[in-house]
């Protein structure tokens, strides 16, 4: 999912799927994909949490 903002126009969201990629101008589903983005953001580990936890999983598959 990608959530492009434009200073001269409302948002747009393009959301991938397995069959190719769907753009959403209305307003209701964008505003909708951007709080979802924003509830990902505030779970997501931060950048060095992240190497991290890769490095310990890649130790544990080896």
Do not use: W, Y
Not at 15 to 44: I, K, Y
Request: glycine share 4%.
């Amino acid at each position: 999912m990608r959530v492009m903002s434009f200073q001269d126009r409302q948002p747009i969201a393009f959301l991938e799927h397995l069959m190719g990629e769907v753009a959403v101008h209305n307003p209701d589903p964008v505003r909708q994909c951007m709080t979802l983005f924003g509830a990902l953001q505030s779970e997501a580990l931060s950048q060095s949490a992240s190497v991290a936890a890769i490095r310990e999983i890649g130790k544990e598959l080896a």
